[in-house]
């Protein structure tokens, strides 16, 4: 199994307060994503980093940022909770030096904001 | 826009039989990766299958085959002999050779009854 941890792994918060998710891997894969899973929505793509302090948006970037000091470590902030960011939030990283670049997940953060 | 569908929502299957699920996709890349993931309802994403867009015969990994047909841009997923650990959500997933990014169908529900 791919060495991806998450944490805190559940979650509750109040609208407003700031929420940071962490995702460690010790595989020193290059790429790192930040998903979130709703019914009906599949996986939807928050963020991605590309390297050290290389990131870029995915399809529901808005009210998330996030940041990569570190290879292994690639964080999610929300600044400001909304119940609408109420879901379960996936790591995943991958890596270019294989022809496949599968991504290996995380087991995910449930977080919920009331 | 990359895009990829699975119509089937949820799907039943006798144990022992073979099942297919559905997957197609939309892109303008000339080179890009299609994968398979099973989420079972512990929650965690497991990788099952590749199919690269050059690849010219149909990717197998033990029960799992993937029927893919470029001109119709569709990738199916085949499962042989059904078990009941299949019963799990499936999603189709796929990645442009030329970005970093993976977008993901909205799954299909398989139950397995015996």
């Known amino acids: 199994d791919a060495g991806i941890t998450q944490s805190p792994r559940h979650k509750v918060t109040e609208t407003g307060t700031p929420v940071t998710l962490r995702c460690h891997q010790t595989e020193n894969h290059r790429y790192m994503y930040w998903y979130r899973q709703d019914p009906g929505h599949g996986l939807r793509l928050i963020h991605y980093s590309y390297g050290v302090k290389d990131t870029d948006k995915g399809e529901v970037s808005d009210g998330y940022s996030v940041s990569r000091s570190k290879t292994e470590d690639f964080l999610l902030t929300l600044e400001s909770a909304t119940s609408s960011q109420t879901s379960v939030y996936f790591c995943?990283?991958?890596?270019?030096?294989?022809?496949?670049?599968?991504?290996?997940f995380g087991p995910g953060t449930r977080l919920t904001v009331t | 826009a990359q895009k990829i569908t699975q119509t089937q929502p949820g799907m039943f299957v006798q144990e022992k039989e073979a099942v297919t699920l559905d997957c197609t996709y939309d892109t303008s890349d000339q080179s890009y990766g299609l994968f398979w993931y099973k989420q079972p309802s512990s929650g965690e994403m497991i990788f099952l299958i590749y199919q690269g867009s050059y690849d010219e015969q149909n990717a197998t990994e033990g029960r799992y085959s993937l029927n893919f047909q470029k001109a119709r841009k569709s990738a199916n997923l085949v499962i042989s002999a059904s078990q009941l650990g299949d019963s799990a959500m499936y999603f189709c997933?796929?990645?442009?050779?030329?970005?970093?990014?993976?977008?993901f169908g909205t799954g299909t529900s398989l139950t397995v009854i015996p």
């Open positions: 995943a990283i991958s890596e270019s030096r294989t022809e496949i670049y599968e991504q290996y």
């Open positions: 997933a796929m990645r442009s050779k030329t970005g970093n990014q993976f977008y």
